[in-house]
């Protein structure tokens, strides 16, 4: 790649005009009009949630548009198609785990199991007809900024190929939990049982119910209790002959959400009876009353004023997280009451929501069931024939899944280079640092969706990823705009937000000592997983940017800060074509209220 040196543009303040000892000069106007937009390539990477969206959201706001999103798995939805594990499902609202403009009602739990999540994706993809922009088994495996020409040079690879790509504009969608591996223990290449981690379980053309039916005579042992784990113990207990769940810590569960009160006045369910259901499986007649859009909007929308205002709970010692942390306690002591050895090592010693909050249905009954064992005891290692603790117990088993997580350490499996040949990954050495979680200093044009920084200790995930691909789509519209070779945030600006960062989490329970990815795996440091402050905060944060925040340079030579201006008039002025009064479509028009004495 070239240096850096630019021929045109210079990120150095230059003068405002072309003046001449102090008398204006005329420059020559540019020859197209104000909003004869020039051509602009934008590539994404990932096909989840965001990547989904940049799919609708680019094509709908930006014109002249070349879009082109990769994915390196084989079908849509990142995480939802990727993951097939036992039990997988939506640990948050179904009806709230979706965009805003779409209305999904039917469905079939309160906790939405994968394949419904991930088909939901799927028809969002062909209503939009976005697979004419995807393209699936494509991995990006190393892209670079050009700054001679202001663009990334991506290489790609597929089945076939490798070859390379270039872009405008880089948008990265892809999530921090994706890359996985086995374990570290000893052993466990000699293990001849069935073994798999939970993020690489695939049962090929069945479902994970109909390979479980080979599974009803095994003993199957589970490694871990993060959300996956209480999910797979959750799901395999009544279908296997035994279960052996490896617990190395703690960890808190609430009640389901489903038994919310705010649920059950609204669905008209009796406290006992939602109780007794901890997925919130629907009934036929409730997905059929989801049918009326104006209640489906209206549960949606009280579900999700409710879970917006539990923000509290992450502040240290405030009433709410202390009333929270009573409620988990008793719920989990009083659903353990027939195993308080088990109890009292797996309710924690730390705060609440310290590590993630989940509401595991299903897991506290499984785990106490006659056919399932608990084992706190370490585990040592792995024989031929099952698993040996550190007090000394071998436990015989057909099958294991580790459950063990990601790699959330935000060094990333290839190479992003920036200006002057940096490297993300020694750029985010020893932690990871961003400008709003949107950007980083030295890598124009480059704007990220799920980065660090970006997920929730409370409140609702979505809107907050539909207000960064906005983020996007609005600095690309000011590019195209505006005629910009490239816009980067400020070095002050990343300082900024590094500042906030550090001086927020220490009142939060985020800083207590616990395991956690949002720490970069450890029991403490800095907090990397997530936004500082709540999920309302990260709109406000996201839907108005700071353009006042970067450094931009100009595709063209003219020494005119308003050279986007062009020649005067507008495309339908130019070509008499198209409508020359559209400020009087109601899309334009802002009716202001009137008064009401």
């Not at 299903?362 to 698993?387: H, Q, W």
Request: aromatic share 12%.
């Amino acid at each position: 790649m070239p240096d850096g040196s630019s021929s045109k543009g210079s990120r150095a303040e230059v003068p405002a005009d072309n003046s001449e000892q102090g008398v204006p000069q005329p420059f020559k106007l540019g020859d197209f009009a104000i909003d004869e937009y020039r051509p602009i390539k934008v590539i994404v990477i990932g096909a989840g949630y965001s990547g989904i969206l940049a799919g609708i959201r680019f094509p709908q706001k930006i014109s002249n548009l070349d879009l082109t999103i990769y994915e390196q798995g084989a079908g849509v939805g990142g995480t939802w198609y990727n993951n097939k594990f036992p039990g997988i499902a939506c640990d948050v609202p179904a009806h709230c785990y979706q965009y805003s403009f779409e209305d999904k009602g039917d469905w079939s739990s309160f906790c939405a199991p994968g394949h419904e999540i991930q088909q939901n994706l799927q028809d969002i993809v062909d209503r939009y007809k976005l697979m004419r922009y995807i393209r699936l088994k494509h991995e990006m495996i190393h892209a670079a900024y050009d700054e001679p020409t202001g663009k990334w040079h991506l290489r790609i690879c597929n089945p076939e190929r490798e070859f390379e790509d270039t872009a405008d504009v880089l948008v990265t969608a892809f999530g921090v939990l994706t890359r996985w591996k086995l374990p570290d223990i000893e052993g466990i290449e000699s293990y001849k049982g069935e073994l798999h981690h939970t993020a690489g379980y695939d049962p090929g053309e069945r479902t994970w119910m109909e390979a479980a039916e080979e599974w009803k005579d095994k003993r199957v042992g589970v490694i871990g209790v993060g959300a996956t784990a209480l999910q797979v113990v959750s799901a395999l207990q009544p279908r296997v002959a035994k279960i052996v769940n490896y617990v190395r810590g703690q960890t808190w569960l609430s009640p389901a959400f489903a038994n919310n009160p705010v649920v059950s006045k609204m669905l008209g369910r009796s406290p006992e009876a939602s109780a007794k259901d901890e997925l919130g499986t629907f009934s036929p007649e409730e997905i059929e009353r989801f049918k009326d859009k104006e209640f489906y909007r209206e549960f949606r929308r009280a579900l999700e004023n409710e879970i917006n205002s539990m923000h509290s709970y992450t502040q240290t010692g405030s009433e709410l997280q202390i009333a929270l942390e009573e409620l988990c306690r008793t719920h989990m002591a009083t659903k353990l009451a027939q195993r308080p050895d088990i109890a009292e090592r797996l309710i924690p010693k730390f705060p609440i929501s310290c590590r993630r909050l989940t509401f595991g249905p299903g897991y506290l009954d499984a785990v106490i069931a006659d056919n399932a064992e608990y084992i706190s005891s370490p585990v040592k290692r792995f024989t031929e024939t099952g698993i040996e603790t550190e007090d000394g117990e071998h436990k015989e088993l057909d099958l294991v899944f580790c459950a063990t997580g990601y790699d959330a350490s935000w060094q990333l499996p290839f190479k992003i280079i920036g200006r002057s040949g940096v490297d993300l990954n020694e750029k985010w050495k020893p932690h990871p640092t961003s400008y709003l979680t949107m950007c980083v200093d030295g890598f124009p044009n480059m704007f990220m969706c799920s980065g660090p920084n970006s997920f929730l200790g409370a409140g609702m995930l979505m809107p907050v990823i539909e207000h960064a691909v906005s983020y996007a789509v609005q600095a690309t519209a000011k590019m195209q705009r505006e005629r910009l070779k490239s816009m980067e945030v400020k070095p002050e600006a990343v300082k900024a937000f590094d500042e906030y960062i550090d001086s927020y989490f220490p009142k939060t329970v985020f800083s207590a000592k616990c395991r956690s990815w949002y720490k970069l795996d450890k029991e403490e440091g800095r907090v990397v997983g997530l936004w500082p402050g709540s999920g309302l905060h990260a709109l406000r944060a996201l839907r108005h940017p700071r353009w006042e925040d970067y450094n931009y340079e100009r595709e063209n030579d003219e020494n005119n800060l308003l050279y986007w201006l062009g020649d005067g008039q507008t495309w339908n002025e130019k070509t008499l074509t198209g409508d020359r009064a559209w400020y009087l479509s109601e899309e334009f028009i802002d009716r202001p209220p009137i008064p009401v004495d």
